[in-house]
């Protein structure tokens, strides 16, 4: 934290947003004196490896004057810089703007780590613009900070969605679009080389020159640009719909109003969820090699299927065969149905202007537009465009490939989420290798299904025939305090968990009650929820719904 406060304010103010705790050991370092800043230093070094062989937390305090003293000599620098990359908390206090931006500079120089800035007034502004990701928040310094930042919040509380939900968001969508462009772009060029070989090495293109030109800027541009924008991978948000108190004119029920909140099942997977981002798994090696390899595929594939059928002179109803144009309208079309099928096959949320896109702004304005070059004697195509399509041959040719490469597509994608790293495989990882901690094996499997743990038990109380069965549904955040004072409470002690579909025990859980008198075995079903079947008193339980 880096702010213009005293020492003593900036102290208080770590404590109230808890940024320092009671049970830290705080280092404060206030002198201006370089004999006295090298005393002092060597204190906080002997200060700092006790603390690391009692394994106690660490904070630092810095006023500016003697930050600048820290930062003007090599050895107190590698020192300071040592010291406060393993602190928990460090604070500088009475820092200029100036000096703001030197700290950010250090860390980035020295640590080489992508460093983020957080503002509200004037004096962020420089460290904003050093770091590289600078975030300004509307605040009552005016708006100097969000002007200079790169993304702007509303408030504070708002940074870890910024970070977990957005900032992943963007990783995902750049890096599976810089992917896609080398794609596409590989599935129209490679073409006109194998043709090379074809034409003598004589410098015909196969494709029209407005058709390249096209390619990128309208035929391909805004499905890409939709998805770029709109794609998530995750909805980290559930619809509620709430009762309103206005009534439809004149008479009718309420006007439903539909919200929406986060889901709190999934929200505390956020940081295993962001780790896609921290093990680099979309933009890598490997995938990028993958892509290539699907680009040569395609336009193997593409090519040699078209000059395959057409290299025998296929006549139409008049009399007249097919030219090279014909050939390239066909081959061309080809492509750019396969590239738009695969990104709408790799776009894992579907909206309507995605749809949209897709369709009218990349389909069907391709197809206007070919029919328009058939009526002008400017484009090479002219005259050839009608010929070509009254050929059954061209039809069979373009979703026989479209269609080939879809499959192959889809079969590629079903195995790597068998196989590979996809999010259920990564869930399914967790929950195979925390079995053995029951706590942590009912949480993972409470949140690949996206539900609340559902117990149904049978109350031993004098209101038993009245409520036979009660439905308790556990808070995510609160599962762990709640499932121990429930275990605590049972008298068996056995938990099966049961395969609904085979019938068959998938694993056994043993505790240790304090009451022994009954030794029962129960069982846990889970289908779409995960059930746990007993037969003892539910009491002291938190935040319950009987149904």
């Given at each position: 934290m880096l702010t213009g406060d005293k020492l003593e304010t900036a102290e208080n103010v770590g404590k109230s947003c808890q940024l320092i705790n009671a049970d830290m050991s705080v280092m404060r370092f206030s002198h201006t004196d370089l004999p006295e800043c090298k005393k002092y230093m060597d204190e906080c070094v002997d200060i700092y490896k006790l603390c690391v062989a009692n394994n106690r937390k660490k904070a630092l305090l810095i006023e500016g004057d003697a930050l600048n003293i820290l930062t003007s000599h090599h050895d107190l620098k590698e020192k300071?810089?040592?010291i406060a990359k393993n602190c928990e908390a460090v604070i500088c206090c009475r820092v200029t703007p100036k000096q703001k931006a030197d700290v950010v500079r250090l860390i980035k120089g020295h640590l080489n780590k992508v460093t983020l800035a957080i503002g509200d007034g004037a004096n962020d502004v420089n460290m904003l613009q050093e770091a590289d990701i600078g975030i300004g928040i509307y605040g009552q310094e005016g708006l100097r900070a969000v002007q200079a930042s790169d993304f702007a919040i509303g408030e504070f509380?708002?940074?870890?969605?910024?970070?977990?939900?957005?900032?992943?968001?963007c990783y995902i969508r750049?890096?599976?679009?810089?992917?896609?462009?080398?794609?596409?772009?590989?599935?129209?060029?490679?073409?006109?080389?194998?043709?090379?070989?074809?034409?003598?090495?004589?410098?015909?293109?196969v494709f029209d020159d407005w058709y390249i030109t096209l390619y990128n800027m309208i035929f391909t541009c805004f499905p890409l640009l939709v998805r770029g924008i709109l794609d998530q991978d995750v909805d980290y948000r559930v619809a509620i719909i709430l009762p309103s108190k206005k009534r439809v004119f004149p008479k009718g029920t309420p006007n439903p109003i539909e919200k929406f909140k986060d889901r709190p099942l999934i929200r505390k997977f956020y940081h295993r969820l962001y780790s896609i981002g921290q093990?680099?798994?979309?933009?890598?090696?490997?995938?990028?090699?993958?892509?290539?390899?699907?680009?040569?595929?395609?336009?193997?594939?593409?090519?040699?299927?078209?000059?395959?059928?057409?290299?025998?002179?296929?006549i139409n109803s008049d009399g007249l065969n097919n030219d090279l144009w014909s050939f390239s309208i066909i081959t061309f079309t080809i492509i750019v149905m396969v590239v738009t099928v695969r990104l709408g096959l790799f776009t894992k949320n579907w909206t309507i202007l995605f749809v949209i896109s897709m369709t009218f702004f990349s389909l069907f304005l391709y197809i206007g537009y070919i029919f328009v070059s058939e009526t002008f004697s400017e484009f090479l195509v002219f005259q050839s465009v009608i010929m070509t399509f009254t050929i059954l041959v061209s039809y069979a040719v373009i979703f026989l490939v479209t269609g080939l490469a879809f499959f192959l597509d889809l079969f590629a994608i079903i195995l790597s989420q068998e196989i590979g790293s996809s999010l259920m495989s990564y869930f399914r990882i967790l929950i195979k290798t925390n079995q053995e901690n029951e706590m942590d094996y009912f949480e993972d499997l409470m949140s690949q299904n996206e539900i609340g743990i559902r117990m149904n038990g049978n109350l031993n109380s004098p209101k038993k025939n009245k409520i036979p069965r009660a439905s308790i549904f556990f808070e995510a955040l609160e599962i762990r305090k709640m499932k121990d004072e429930f275990i605590k409470k049972q008298p068996f002690h056995f938990i099966n968990i049961v395969n609904v579909k085979s019938g068959e025990v998938a694993s056994s859980h043993q505790y240790e009650m304090e009451n022994n008198e009954a030794n029962e075995e129960e069982n846990v079903v889970f289908s779409e929820d995960v059930c746990i079947k007993s037969n003892s008193t539910?009491?002291?339980?938190?935040?319950?719904?009987?149904?």
């Open positions: 300071f810089i040592h509380q708002c940074l870890w969605k910024l970070l977990l939900v957005h900032g992943r968001w750049i890096a599976e679009m810089i992917l896609y462009f080398f794609y596409k772009n590989m599935v129209m060029t490679l073409p006109q080389f194998y043709f090379s070989f074809f034409c003598g090495f004589s410098g015909q293109t093990g680099n798994r979309v933009f890598n090696l490997r995938n990028f090699l993958l892509w290539i390899f699907s680009a040569f595929f395609h336009s193997l594939l593409l090519f040699f299927a078209t000059f395959i059928a057409f290299q025998n002179n296929v539910l009491k002291g339980l938190e935040k319950v719904i009987i149904n």
